[in-house]
Nanobody, 121 residues
Framework: DVQLQASGGGLVKVGGSLRLSCAAS????????IAWFRQVPGDLRDRISC????????HYDDSVKGRFIISRDNGKGMAYLQMNDLKPEDTAVYYC??????????????WGQGTQLTVSS
């Protein structure tokens, strides 16, 4: 049973930092690229960052570039998103999932409940 569960969200003040964790199970973690997504009510789920499976190449959406850092630990089946200099517009529910670079889709339709980040001014 494939599972990817994001955790670590919370309430943070503008300019603060937080680290999200993604726990994966049920598949060979190191075989898949991993991405972080976020969604606000009424909008589509957007990919904001991804990390490749073997060499750990990092990609960031312009909205988070220079502020967020993605990482992974293949031995533990974990991925992380270090979020710095948080802004109110970062408020969203954050999800992690596998990611196909060629199609931009998530190979596994396993989104979990996500984790809520709220950035207050």
């Amino acid at each position: 049973d494939v599972q990817l569960q994001a955790s670590g969200g919370g309430l943070v003040k503008v300019g603060g930092s937080l680290r999200l964790s993604c726990a994966a199970s049920g598949f060979t973690f190191e075989d898949y690229h991993i991405a972080w997504f976020r969604q606000v009510p009424g909008d589509l789920r957007d990919r904001i960052s991804c990390i490749t499976n073997r060499d750990g190449g990092e990609h960031y959406d312009d909205s988070v570039k220079g502020r967020f850092i993605i990482s992974r630990d293949n031995g533990k089946g974990m991925a992380y998103l270090q979020m710095n200099d948080l802004k109110p517009e970062d408020t969203a529910v954050y999800y992690c999932n596998t990611y196909a670079l060629t199609t931009g889709s998530a190979p596994f339709n396993s989104w979990g409940q996500g984790t809520q980040l709220t950035v207050s001014s």
